[in-house]
């Protein structure tokens, strides 16, 4: 009983030394506006709000399906469509250089979670581009998790913050993204679980995937 509440005590101070290292990041972080060119996607999914219940399955992109994309559900709007990948590109990585992230990651992460789909909700509760839970998206300061400039910024500072938390291992950090820190912690690897072991690898192989078509010259 004593090791059992060691191990409560010891979970408990890890959350409250994570839920202040993000009300700190909150804090630091610069205001800064959205390319124009993104603003409209802003507008499109500013109606997500009221449009709770109405929803449907949202299937994997053509193609896929071996990519393990979760099964998420949409808001029925037809507004609601993914980023244009080109402009979604240059947001991508203007993020990640804000936050020190290595390249093609964000942009890995959010194919991975939502396939760019700013209002995708999964049946667990995430929300948004980058599919943050309620909790974490209060603790980021993302007062629209529908917004995906609000929910990629979100994103990178809890990635920026894993990765710190785990020493810039990002197979972890990937882990506790998916599956939570405190199972990272518990098992001090990726968590024996087949969707997350999945999750790691498949974002693992996007980034590759990504950062070789970076290197291409574009037309």
């Not at 101070?13 to 060119?37: F, G, H, I, M, Y």
């Not at 808001?75 to 990640?96: M, V």
């Not at 993302?142 to 197979?171: A, C, E, H, I, M």
Request: glycine content about 8%; aromatic content about 6%; charged content about 20%.
């Amino acid at each position: 009983m004593f090791a059992v509440a060691l191990l409560a005590v010891a979970g408990l101070a890890a959350q409250d030394s994570l839920t202040r290292q993000l009300a700190a990041v909150s804090r630091q972080r610069e205001a800064v506006k959205p390319p124009v060119s993104l603003q409209r996607q802003q507008a499109s999914v500013a109606r997500q709000h009221a449009l709770a219940g109405t929803s449907y399955v949202m299937e994997p992109p053509a193609g896929a399906v071996s990519d393990a994309i979760p099964w998420a559900t949409r808001a029925a709007d037809p507004a609601c469509t993914s980023l244009e990948e080109e402009e979604a590109r240059d947001y991508f990585r203007l993020e990640e250089q804000r936050d020190g992230l290595p390249a093609g990651l964000l942009e890995a992460v959010a194919r991975q979670e939502s396939a760019l789909h700013p209002c995708a909700v999964s049946r667990a509760g995430a929300m948004g581009l980058m599919q943050l839970m309620p909790a974490t998206a209060l603790q980021l300061g993302v007062d629209n998790p529908f917004d995906p400039w609000q929910s990629l910024q979100g994103g990178g500072q809890f990635l920026r913050l894993l990765l710190d938390r785990y020493g810039g291992d990002l197979p972890l950090a990937l882990g506790a993204y998916n599956a939570g820190p405190s199972r990272v912690d518990s098992y001090g690897a990726i968590p024996p679980i087949p969707e997350t072991q999945n999750y790691v690898d498949s974002v693992l192989t996007r980034m590759r995937r990504i950062t070789a078509s970076d290197s291409l010259p574009r037309p």
